[in-house]
């Protein structure tokens, strides 16, 4: 691109910043400044990502290129196909450094990256330019990374629940008139762990459609052109890539699901993935909804007595409370967050099943079915099947990151990394859950239908046709006796362990590790 005008203010958009609102706009002079954005090769391979990860950001991306260029301002944008782009390289850096050579701007203007990897590039783009960088503060967040410090300064632990409270106070929400919380209870999670009857769940209205339009289905070829043997399949691609398509499905979980998602949001039905979720969750990510807006049509609808405060809180808890709190961790931990092993993990890979969802285990294969058919999953299935069985395993937490990074279209580093090493693996020890998240297989008997039709036997711990979830529990505990002795939320399950049979353990010892060679990925 070639202008006749000096550049003031080079605006960076990265792909998870697609929010109009966005401060980056806030000082925008369409007469001094360009916005530039760009897909790349580097940031669509350095994870395996999947196909509709991968299309779901791009036409993304492209539907809002389109949209600030309906108004008018100029924007510098790479495709993936671009040939003039490929000359210019394959990588974020070489792209920017290449424009910012050519183009010579005053300035270069970024919202804060979502991912430290990204703004360390940057800052060496500034560096290397002698060009000054701005990194703003990212609005779309109810609180900024330097307000998470403020709130932890002088806490020993970090407990989410606390910071909930907290925030629930700072922006009155769910609160009365007497500062005090609707319905007299901070936390209804006690009432949102009911499972579906013999019979299923019944009827569930299903999500709007949005069929792909002209840009997205170019996208799509694209993407099968270039990424041939990525996971996952792009025949069922129906996420919304524009704020009125999301606006649009935040509106139908408010009316059609979020009456009952409370109740059921930790059960789980094969074949059923959505079941009464929201799958808001990465457009939330990629600033095409505001999570303002979330919150407050949940609090208008248990205002006007359309949903019951248990799932509405329960719905605030997953925005206000948790996304905030994990995003908070992530910048107040990183970058040596990223290289915890609290439970010393060999470095074991996730199996082969977690790329391809060939596996006997019907749990697994039907969480499996969802996240290669859509590119999602349920908090239930992502924590307590397929990170659970991870865990157990023994596979290092980073590794599990990646694979999650790689096959969910909602996992952005900020996102991602706390939640899978933290919370679902407890490769912090206990920065962001005090706790690991395990369970033998009658926790999933008891909360799905998946161990009916299974040849494994939920609660038989060695033998054969034992459950491995079930084997790999107990494996686990008695591997981590050091760690989980003197952790008082684990002081049931230890003792449990204590009550096993020697002759009983030392077979499930032995088939725990007969397991783990079996599912070890460099044994193929």
Not at 45 to 62: E, P, Q
Request: net charge negative; charged share 25%; proline share 6%.
């Amino acid at each position: 691109m070639k202008l006749d005008r000096p550049i003031r203010n080079l605006l960076l958009i990265l792909g998870d910043q697609l929010n109009e609102d966005s401060s980056l706009f806030h000082d925008y002079d369409p007469e001094q400044d360009l916005l530039w954005m760009a897909e790349n090769l580097e940031e669509a391979t350095y994870v395996w990502s999947h196909k509709i990860r991968l299309v779901l950001f791009f036409s993304a991306m492209r539907h809002f290129r389109d949209l600030q260029q309906s108004k008018n301002r100029t924007i510098l944008y790479h495709t993936i196909e671009d040939p003039s782009s490929r000359d210019q390289g394959n990588t974020f850096e070489e792209l920017l450094n290449s424009d910012v050579n050519s183009l010579k701007p005053s300035r270069i203007r970024v919202v804060k990256p979502g991912d430290l990897r990204v703004e360390k590039m940057l800052c060496s783009v500034s560096d290397h330019h002698q060009i000054p960088l701005d990194i703003l503060d990212d609005t779309h967040f109810y609180l900024r990374p330097a307000d998470f410090t403020e709130y932890s300064r002088g806490k020993k632990n970090l407990v989410m629940e606390h910071f909930y409270r907290a925030q629930r106070k700072r922006f009155d929400i769910l609160m009365d008139e007497e500062g005090q919380p609707e319905g007299g209870e901070w936390n209804y999670d006690k009432q949102n762990r009911e499972r579906f009857g013999k019979d299923g769940p019944g009827s569930i209205p299903p999500a709007p459609e949005c069929m792909p339009d002209s840009c997205t289905r170019d996208v799509i070829e694209v993407v099968e052109k270039h990424f041939p043997d990525h996971p996952g399949t792009t025949d069922s691609f129906d996420w919304p890539v524009t704020s009125a398509d999301a606006k649009r499905a935040l509106e139908d979980f408010i009316d059609n699901r979020l009456p009952f998602f409370g109740k059921f949001e930790d059960a789980m039905w094969q074949n059923e993935h959505l079941l009464y979720h929201s799958r808001l969750s990465a457009l939330l990510n990629l600033k095409l909804l505001n999570p303002r807006t979330c919150v407050d049509a949940a609090v208008e609808a248990f205002h006007q007595e359309k949903v019951p405060l248990n799932s509405v809180e329960g719905f605030v808890r997953q925005i206000l409370g948790w996304r905030e709190f994990i995003r908070g961790i992530y910048f107040q931990e990183m970058p040596e967050y990223a290289e915890a092993n609290a439970l010393e993990c060999e470095p074991l890979d996730v199996p082969t099943f977690f790329w391809d969802g060939e596996t006997d285990m019907a749990c697994v294969k039907d969480s499996m079915k969802s996240v290669l058919e859509q590119a999602w999953s349920h908090h239930i299935p992502r924590l307590m099947v397929l990170g659970q069985f991870a865990m157990l395993l023994g596979v290092h937490p980073y590794k599990f990151h990646e694979w999650h990074m790689a096959m969910y279209a909602d996992a952005i580093d900020w996102v991602s990394l706390p939640n899978t090493l933290g919370m679902s693996q407890f490769g912090d020890g206990g920065v962001v859950g005090s706790k690991p998240y395990c369970a033998s297989g009658n926790y999933i008997h008891k909360m799905s239908n998946y161990c009916k039709d299974c040849p494994y036997t939920y609660n038989k711990a060695h033998g054969e046709n034992a459950c491995p979830f079930t084997t790999l529990y107990w494996d686990f505990l008695d591997r981590h006796q050091e760690d989980f002795t003197s952790n008082p939320r684990m002081k049931f399950q230890m003792a449990n362990l204590k009550r096993k049979n020697p002759e009983d353990l030392q077979k499930i010892k032995e088939q725990a590790a007969s397991l783990r060679q079996q599912l070890d990925p460099k044994s193929d």
